[in-house]
Structure formats: C-alpha cells, structure tokens
C-alpha cells in the first residue's frame, strides 16, 4: 500500500537532519533573498525570486528535497501597478528552521545575528548570498544589503575579513550601506566561491570593466517584496 500524503510528511520530518551543504546554503540564502517563516509550532523555508530565476528556485528546490513535498510554483503577482512573474516553494515545518528563525528573526523581522562569524564560515555560504544579492560594478562587486542596519552590515565586513581573508569597503546606495568587493579582491573571491556559482550568475562574478562588450545591462527583475506585507498568490 502507498503511503498516504501525510504519512510522507511525517516521514520526511522525522528523519530530517540539515547536511552540511544544506546549513550552507541556508545560512546564505537567509542573509540573501531567503526567508524562514512561522507556521503552526515550528518554521518553513519560503523561497521566492523572479520567474527569469527559475533555474534557481529548482536548484534550491533540490538542495531541500528531503523536507519539501511541494513542486516550484510559477505565478503573476501584482506589485504595485505592475504584474511579474514569480517562482517559488516551500518546505515543510520543521524544529529546525525555527531554530534558525529565532537567530535571525529575534522580533520577527530578520536580523543578523551576533553569532554570524560562527554561522557564515563555508565559501557556500558567502556563493549563495552572492548569488542571491550580489551585483557586478564597473570596477568590483557589491551585496544588496539594504534591509541590514549599518552595525549589522560591520558585523558582516568583519566577518568576511575574518572568515575568508578578504577585504571589503562600504557605500551608499539608496541611503543604506552596501558590502563593496574592490578590484584588487576579485581574484581571491571567484577563487574562493567560482565553483559554487551556477554557471547562469557567474557574471555576477566579471566586473563591467573586464567585459569584452562592458555594457550594463537594465535589469527586468520585479521590486523586492515585503514578504511581511506582500502575500504569496
């Protein structure tokens, strides 16, 4: 006899544990784009990127696996005045995830939490957060780190330094502080993280003024949503 639905849910909680590539790549997809929510006693990873990110969602989709029943899910969503295409999953509950829903989410909002240079440790991790927020410069590269508060986005330089040996400066943008990867770090970051970076984001990696054609391209990607106020369609 097959096993019914719930008996595979039970079944994947029970005999769930993180790997280490997975503590990997969850630690760096929280710090980017990746959010653990409540539900019911426990916590769920919900990842979420643009649709054109598909390839993404499905490569973070095989990395959980063993604790996600549910498919990728591509839909429209109405962010302002505008529709985008989005995808999406998420995993079941688990003890773990609240775990780490109350490292991160101390008042339910996420936060980087103090113990972050004993968190952020595999090039995985920082590969994943790239992957997820980061963005070529014309001359380096930059994180996305506007949600962070500017002690928050320190902790995170400092734990960079101290983690991987690389140096990291800070600038403005939009009024908030952003991680800058100078030049002179570029070789040392893709020989750090280059293997771990899906071959469609490597360019993330080739700074606009090493490009044979460096034209910057606009990007068609939607808004950051709230994921506090935004609801999942």
């Not at 539900?39 to 490569?59: D, E, P, T």
């Not at 490292?103 to 790239?130: C, H, Q, T």
């Not at 800058?180 to 469609?200: A, C, D, Q, V, W």
Request: contains cysteine; aromatic residues 10%; proline residues 6%.
């Amino acid at each position: 006899m097959r096993p019914t639905p719930r008996e595979v849910c039970s079944n994947l909680k029970s005999s769930f544990k993180l790997t280490p590539n997975q503590k990997a790549v969850l630690i760096g997809t929280i710090l980017g784009d990746g959010n653990i929510r409540l539900k019911g006693k426990f916590a769920r990873l919900h990842i979420k990127h643009s649709a054109n990110q598909l390839f993404f969602v499905k490569y973070k989709r095989r990395v959980f696996s063993n604790i996600s029943t549910m498919g990728v899910s591509v839909f429209t969503q109405r962010v302002g005045e505008v529709d985008y295409n989005f995808a999406e999953f998420v995993t079941l509950t688990h003890p773990i995830f609240l775990e780490y829903y109350h490292l991160f989410y101390p008042n339910g909002k996420k936060r980087v939490p103090r113990e972050i240079e004993k968190l952020l440790l595999d090039p995985l991790s920082l590969a994943m957060w790239i992957m997820d927020d980061g963005s070529a410069e014309y001359a380096g590269l930059s994180i996305q780190t506007h949600s962070f508060e500017p002690n928050e986005v320190s902790l995170l330089r400092e734990t960079i330094q101290r983690n991987f040996g690389i140096e990291t400066g800070e600038r403005k943008n939009k009024g908030k502080i952003i991680i800058y990867f100078p030049k002179h770090t570029m070789p040392s970051l893709r020989n750090l993280i280059g293997k771990h970076i899906l071959s469609e984001l490597k360019y993330k990696l080739l700074p606009y003024s090493e490009r044979i054609n460096p034209v910057e391209t606009v990007r068609r990607d939607p808004p950051k949503a709230d994921y506090d106020t935004v609801r999942s369609a």
